[in-house]
């Protein structure tokens, strides 16, 4: 069992690039949410670590190959600056120091569960070609990737980590109903969302399925269950069967996939 933090959810993140990060700090929930404190960012530049004249954060790769590779020193002494920091604001030191990378661990929603429910990471995002790897056998405790592509730095994967964990946090999603929204994700089993519909009524002769206008809200939670069904197994099949093995699948949602066995998949 882990210790219920007190310390606010706190991001430490090491990166050449601080200016992107106003992408979570100053938009949207998450922005909000950091204006209110809900969640803490403190940006470092390893640039501010270096001790020569040129600030030089990168250098030629042994071995000759293309491109340059950032240095152990600058980065080291900015996770040395990040544990004395958090010390002093009284976070433990147990605090995990991940770097972003194709070749990390896929990052995945009860990842981001239970960093909301953490005091937070450093994070490592490299640029240029890679990083010096005894930097990362010294210092790095998780490698974790958002996707199976190749980025032009860790800050935008970074920056994924970060959303997906804060909009987390009790009070973060914009309506006063986020209880029940979070009600509503758990009752998702962890299969695809349903589609969803507002005004016009008809659009290009498309119209708004019925039984959302019906009222009938038995029936309408029906429909949005099967949709969600219907479009994991069409697109998804991986997490029907992880649903079901996690025993999420009641009688009547199995009933309705065996229904759908051997027809064809409607739309998409
Ligand atoms: C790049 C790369 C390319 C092919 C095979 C392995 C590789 N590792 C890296 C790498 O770690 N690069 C560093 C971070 C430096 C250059 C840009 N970086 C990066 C991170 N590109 N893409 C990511 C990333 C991170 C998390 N999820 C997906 C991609």
């Not at 004395?84 to 070749?103: H, M, N, T």
């Not at 009938?216 to 269950?225: F, G, L, S, V, Y």
Request: glycine share 8%; aromatic share 8%.
């Amino acid at each position: 069992m882990s210790e219920t933090p007190v310390q606010a959810l706190r991001f430490d993140v090491i990166t050449l690039f601080a200016d992107m990060f106003a992408a979570v700090s100053a938009c949207g929930v998450t922005g909000r949410a950091w204006q209110q404190r809900k969640w803490l960012l403190e940006l470092w530049n390893p640039r501010d670590f270096t001790e020569d004249v040129h600030r030089t954060v990168d250098d030629r790769p042994y071995g000759g190959g293309p491109g340059m590779v950032m240095r152990v020193e600058p980065l080291e002494k900015a996770v040395l600056a990040v544990l004395e920091s958090r010390r002093q604001a009284g976070y433990g030191s147990a605090v995990p120091v991940v770097l972003l990378s194709p070749q990390g661990r896929p990052f995945n929603q009860a990842m981001a569960q239970s960093m909301s429910v953490s005091e937070g990471a450093i994070f490592v995002c490299g640029r240029y070609e890679g990083i010096d790897q005894r930097f990362i056998d010294k210092w790095v405790s998780a490698e974790v990737s958002v996707g199976d592509f190749v980025l032009s730095g860790g800050e935008l994967a970074c920056m994924a980590m970060i959303d997906a964990s804060v909009r987390l946090l009790p009070g973060v999603l914009n309506d006063d109903l986020s209880a029940v929204q979070d009600s509503f994700h758990a009752s998702l089993s962890g299969l695809l969302d349903c589609p969803h519909y507002t005004r016009p009524e008809v659009y290009d002769d498309m119209p708004v399925p019925a039984v959302l206008q019906s009222g009938h809200h038995a029936n309408i939670a029906r429909w949005r269950r099967e949709q969600s069904l219907m479009a994991s197994a069409n697109k998804r099949p991986d997490l029907i069967e992880r649903a079901r093995e996690a025993g999420l699948l009641s009688p009547a949602d199995e009933r309705f996939l065996a229904s759908l066995n051997g027809k064809a998949s409607p739309g998409q």
